[in-house]
């Protein structure tokens, strides 16, 4: 009992120390910026390389709304053989990959080959299905899908797409889901006979049922209007210690507090096709 009372503890004051530091380490919103609507706008008529260049450079340049900066802590726990709680909290980005103000932002579907570098540089990583499912729980934003079917990877769908959910939204704040279907890490990609691979997964109901189950079936070059990119902080706080998410899923013992695979070892896309760069050893700390 006493141990995980302290157990416990250790979980939450590691919310309460780290969350307030959990900060996108983006430049500041520069004042000219496009507006959400402004950058669709701008990429109605270019072809989708053209539109992830312009969407990776209006990320990293700091073109983000500022609700979309702070992260939001998400814990789990399981059952360790032995009995024992082994509990973590991970941080999440409130909402999907956004480019504009406050006022006026606009989700922007990406390809994992321009999703993966922007996580790199920002110290996150694309969530496992399990995440995606925990994130949805956890929400406190939860919204019915609406699937579209013309001109379904057109950035004129994307963009009538983010307006049907902010419809929705109704200016609500917090943690949002069940609007995207999630671009995840799987250990599914590099198992494909089929090269070059993304995997998706999500877009929850309201009774908390996914649409779309685990696929691989597009290559990774496809996205549409379904598709977003929710970055993961990638230090994870295992009963309070500090841990890279890679050392949490090469351990066989603490792996299922973030993955419910049986193999867990796609760790990252590369950033110009899926292969199997971002696999590695199964390791036990």
Same mark, same amino acid.
């Given at each position: ?8 503890? %250790?979980?939450?004051?590691?919310? *309460? ?21 402004? @950058?669709?706008?701008?990429? @109605? ?20 709304? *500022? ?45 994992? =080959? ?14 496992? !299905?399990? =995440? ?15 699937? =579209? /079917? ?18 929705? !939204? !109704?200016?609500?704040?917090? #943690?949002? *889901? ?6 995840? %890490? ?14 998706? /997964? ?34 994870? /706080?295992?009963?309070?210690? *500090?841990?890279?998410? =890679? ?6 013992? #603490?792996?299922? #507090? ?7 070892? @796609? ?19």
């Amino acid at each position: 009992m006493l141990r995980r009372i302290c157990a416990s503890l %250790i979980c939450a004051l590691a919310v *309460a120390a780290c969350s307030s530091a959990r900060q996108l380490t983006l430049p500041p919103r520069p004042a000219t910026a496009p507006t959400g609507s402004d @950058f669709y706008k701008s990429v @109605f008529n270019v072809d989708r390389g053209q539109r992830e260049l312009a969407a990776e450079r209006e990320i990293l340049s700091g073109n983000v709304p *500022a609700f979309l900066r702070s992260f939001v802590p998400i814990e789990t726990s399981i059952a360790a053989p032995d009995g024992r709680t082994i509990r973590a909290v991970y941080y999440v980005l409130p909402d999907y990959l956004s480019i504009g103000s406050d006022s006026d932002f606009a989700r922007i579907p990406l390809t994992p =080959m321009t999703a993966q570098p922007i996580a790199d540089s920002l110290h996150c990583f694309l969530p496992t !299905r399990k =995440m995606v499912d925990d994130i949805y729980r956890a929400a406190v934003v939860k919204l019915e899908p609406v699937p =579209m /079917y013309a001109l379904r990877d057109s950035a004129v769908t994307m963009y009538h797409h983010n307006l049907i959910i902010e419809g929705q !939204r !109704r200016l609500r704040k917090g #943690l949002i *889901a069940g609007i995207k279907k999630d671009v995840v %890490i799987t250990s599914q990609i590099p198992r494909d006979p089929k090269p070059d691979r993304v995997a998706i /997964y999500g877009w929850h109901k309201l009774d908390g049922t996914p649409i779309q189950p685990l696929y691989t079936g597009h290559v990774n070059w496809y996205v549409d209007y379904s598709h977003g990119i929710r970055l993961v902080y990638r230090t994870i /706080y295992v009963d309070g210690k *500090a841990m890279d998410y =890679m050392d949490v899923l090469k351990s066989q013992r #603490l792996r299922p #507090l973030l993955c419910d695979e049986d193999v867990c070892d @796609f760790y990252r896309y590369r950033d110009d096709s899926t292969s199997t760069e971002g696999r590695g050893p199964s390791t036990e700390p």
